[in-house]
């Protein structure tokens, strides 16, 4: 595993490799995180409607999940593309869920964590408005 694989998609380890990593107390990686949000532009963030981030140190597949998937971000919700007038009725936040160890275990600095990190709010948030890992990827956000 390496920097350049795609946040927010299923990585299946494929077999013994380098130990990678990089340490990062968790303030410096939330403030990462919190740079990342703050760097998205005032009209997409005014858009964003009934979300919250979290950071969890690492991804627990539920049930009938590939025990060995690890994510780096995952977003859980109904994207804002779906929403009809009945969302809005007792509706939970939509939740973006940053993972920690797994950004931490693929970079080799600061710098590498800043833009996984980055890359990885980016990823997720798009979720938020309906845009799919395809087009993700199209955009070189994948």
Known sequence: MHASLPPGLPIIPDGPHEPYGFSMGADEFEAAVQDALDSIPAKLAEAMDN???FIEDDYVPGPGQDPDTVLLGLYEGVPLTERDSWWDAGSLPDRIT???????????????VIHEVAVTVVHEVAHHFGISDD????????
């Open 98 to 112: 940053i993972y920690r160890g797994p950004i931490l275990e693929i970079c080799s600095s600061r710098e590498d």
């Open 51 to 53: 979300v919250a981030v």
């Open 135 to 142: 087009r993700l990827h199209e955009l070189g956000w994948g």
